[in-house]
């Protein structure tokens, strides 16, 4: 079985974010890791050729972005993915999710060029543009069913079996492999690294794959194929003292719930 | 400020010193740091009440690949040299772990190196498969006891017997200070099979005997109370007639005060890194505090008077990291650096001991608060001049190594 887990390099949430001058994310001059939501992704992988040791199981992680990003890649290689794709080409920056989708599909279909991709892995959303709609656009691109959002991931031969928590009900959905799959932050918590693991991915191979090896023409891709743009960036303004309601005759109850009322929480 | 709201605070790593190696030293400092994160910060302070770490944690560990790095394959570990398994405990500091937490984590650190040592025999092979396999997996927890009520520094005057019966050891006397004592299933014991404790007599006759837990007249006399280290339970042990099957002897009878001595450096240098790794953590909690805490209208930062003090915290960082990873670096390429060690160490407790002290003082009140993280810090290091070799001790063994004695 061949599985491939696409995971992103984001800018580290806990760091100072920054913007190009076109006002997309500034992915170069901030440090950067793999987005804690693919973690789950390569972890459900990694669970899945665990479970079924007895087959010949693949994990390949699968990056789109530039220099910097193949850290993604190596941080899901040192957790123990088998090998690493890695797309780079300077036309991609500033994709949206489609231009995104397309090279991540077109390069998932080279990956199968040498080896069928039975599973292709993603996180519920990446943790900088939180749009989760990539694992869907990617498996419309693929031709394949897109089985999304998933908590809990059984698989036997070549059905898989997922559940999916909904606000009102929970779903148990079945599919046939090939598909799409992508796992939630309730999946199950990702592994660590190793040292083992770490030293052991020093020595897998990652791919370098770039537009033209993938057949996509660079007007596909990029600002400048983007149906969408970002007109306007404004950084978080800084947090204000808040406000302290004091409980000193038995009003603060009341007096807190006024305030958030006034501020239509309640 | 509770400890737990300083466990989210920026790291050593991005606030202060940078701790760069190797890119995969990094990744393991930083594996080390997020399962710290996760697993440890917010509990912390409850094993802190509570006097000892969980069972479970160990297990959570072994399964993180962290217990056994600086551990060869071939007895159970995930490999690594000194260097690597310093980086763990950077990476623990830097995730908001403590000293007590890496004494009582990684007790096996000390209390399994001589027996992986002593693994090339058939019986040595046997006391690898019963403890050293069992503890890197987290499930067996191990201590070493040299100490004894009558002595620590000098360890070649240990008293307490082992006189042999047939295929067993008779084990009488008492053990003091022990790390993880009171939880442990065997205890590393240094144990006198011949010679005697009065001076210039005792060195050939110490050798090392696993004592396990359970073992009729081997008992917990006292869990001790301490300054810091609050974490780590530290155990006072009773040995009355306990008899030790002959096969628990690590390596010859007669080798223990050289085993133990072998031990010192790598033990030295683990000591020196929670010194500078501690005093990082402690820099980079207070350089955050003091851009933060306003006083008289402005930053605490603005005043030359704080902000020189960062930089000279940050510049004895700097230089006991830069120094122990050079000797940790020699000690690994094979080069004899029992000097150096000592020298390191010095280096390190003295940059702890200033830079928490100063961290406390830029805390103002709240650095002396229970829950503060630096006011752990500042109880937790004043231990790392007294164990493993005392200052006043290591600086007369250097006199001595150095050429300096007269
Ligand atoms: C929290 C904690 C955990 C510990 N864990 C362990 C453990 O797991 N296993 C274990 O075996 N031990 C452990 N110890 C013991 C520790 O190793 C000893 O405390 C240390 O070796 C010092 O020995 P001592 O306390 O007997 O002091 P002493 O040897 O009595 O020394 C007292 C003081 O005199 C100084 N001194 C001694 N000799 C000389 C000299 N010749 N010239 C000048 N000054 C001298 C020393 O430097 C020291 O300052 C622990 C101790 C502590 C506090």
Redesign the interface.
Same mark, same amino acid.
Do not use: L
């Given at each position: 079985m061949n599985i491939v887990v696409c995971v992103k390099h984001v800018p580290d949430a806990?760091?100072d974010r920054k913007f190009e001058s076109d006002n997309t994310v500034d992915r170069e001059g901030v440090?950067g890791l793999l987005s804690e939501l693919d973690e789950y992704a390569v972890e459900q992988a990694l669970q899945l050729r665990e479970k079924r040791s007895d087959e010949e199981i693949s994990v390949t992680a699968l990056t789109v972005g530039p220099a910097k990003a193949a850290d993604a890649v *190596?941080?899901a290689l040192?957790m123990g993915a088998d090998k690493g794709v890695h797309v780079s080409d300077d036309a991609i920056a500033g994709s949206d999710y489609l231009g995104t989708s397309l090279v991540l599909a077109k390069a998932i279909e080279k990956i199968g060029s040498e080896q069928k991709v039975d599973l292709v892995v993603f996180g519920m959303a990446s943790t900088d543009a939180s749009g989760g709609v990539v694992p869907a656009m990617v498996a419309e691109r693929l031709g394949l069913p897109q089985v999304t959002l998933a908590s809990v991931i059984e698989s036997q031969g070549d059905q898989v079996r997922i559940k999916r928590d909904g606000d009102t009900a929970t779903e148990v959905i079945g599919a046939t492999l090939p598909i799409v799959l992508s796992v939630t932050d309730q999946s199950g918590?990702a *592994?660590?690294?190793?040292?083992?693991?770490?030293?052991a991915a020093?020595k897998k191979p990652v791919e370098s794959y770039s537009l033209s090896d993938l057949g996509v023409e660079a007007s596909e891709v990029g600002a400048e194929a983007a149906y969408s743009a970002v007109e306007e960036a404004t950084a978080r303004p800084p947090r204000t003292a808040g406000e302290i309601v004091t409980d000193e005759d038995g009003s603060g109850a009341t007096a807190l719930a006024e305030f958030l009322a006034s501020k239509k929480f309640i | 400020m509770s400890a737990s709201s300083t466990a989210a605070l920026p790291s050593a790593l991005s606030s202060g010193v940078v701790f760069t190696g190797t890119p995969e030293r990094d990744a393991l400092r930083e594996a080390a740091a997020a399962f710290t994160r996760r697993e440890v910060a917010p509990h912390l302070d409850a094993w802190e009440d509570a006097g000892a770490l969980p069972r479970e944690l160990h297990r959570a560990a072994a399964k993180a690949g962290l217990i056994g790095v600086g551990f060869a394959e071939e007895v159970g570990g995930d490999g690594g040299t000194l260097v690597d398994s310093l980086t763990v405990t950077e990476g623990i500091f830097d995730g908001g772990g403590s000293g007590g937490l890496i004494a009582s984590l990684f007790t096996h650190g000390i209390a399994l190196p001589h027996i992986a040592a002593a693994g090339h025999t058939p019986a040595g092979a046997d006391l690898v498969d019963r403890f050293v396999r069992p503890t890197l997996a987290g499930e067996l927890i191990g201590s070493l006891a040299i100490t004894e009520p009558d002595g620590g520094s000098d360890v070649a005057s240990i008293r307490t017997t082992a006189v042999r019966d047939g295929d067993h050891y008779v084990v009488n006397g008492a053990k003091t200070f022990i790390t993880s004592g009171t939880r442990a299933d065997f205890v590393t014991t240094a144990v006198r099979t011949g010679g005697s404790f009065e001076p210039g007599k005792g060195h050939g006759g110490v050798s090392l005997l696993v004592v396990e837990a359970g073992t009729p007249g081997f008992t917990v006399d006292r869990k001790l109370e301490k300054l810091g280290w609050h974490c780590s339970d530290t155990a006072q042990l009773s040995y009355v007639d306990v008899r030790v099957p002959v096969a628990n002897l690590v390596g010859e009878e007669g080798s223990g005060f050289v085993q133990i001595a072998q031990q010192f450096v790598v033990e030295r240098l683990g000591l020196a890194v929670q010194g500078y790794a501690a005093a990082a953590r402690a820099l980079a909690l207070a350089a955050t505090y003091a851009s933060e805490r306003q006083t008289f209208g402005k930053p605490l930062a603005t005043r030359q008077v704080i902000r020189h003090k960062l930089v000279e915290m940050r510049r004895q960082v700097e230089v006991a990291r830069t120094y122990t990873h050079a000797v940790a670096a020699r000690h690994d390429a094979g080069e004899q650096v029992i000097a150096e060690a000592c020298l390191a160490k010095e280096t390190a407790v003295k940059t702890a001991e200033h830079v928490c002290h100063e961290a406390v003082q830029i805390f103002g009140g709240a650095g002396y608060m229970r829950g503060s993280e630096v006011e752990r810090h500042y109880r937790d290091v004043r231990l790392l001049g007294i164990g493993g070799g005392a200052n006043e001790v290591l600086a007369d063994l250097s006199a001595r190594l150095l050429g300096y004695a007269g």
């Open positions: 806990t760091a440090d *190596r941080k040192q918590e *592994r660590y690294p190793s040292f083992k693991g770490i030293m020093k | -």
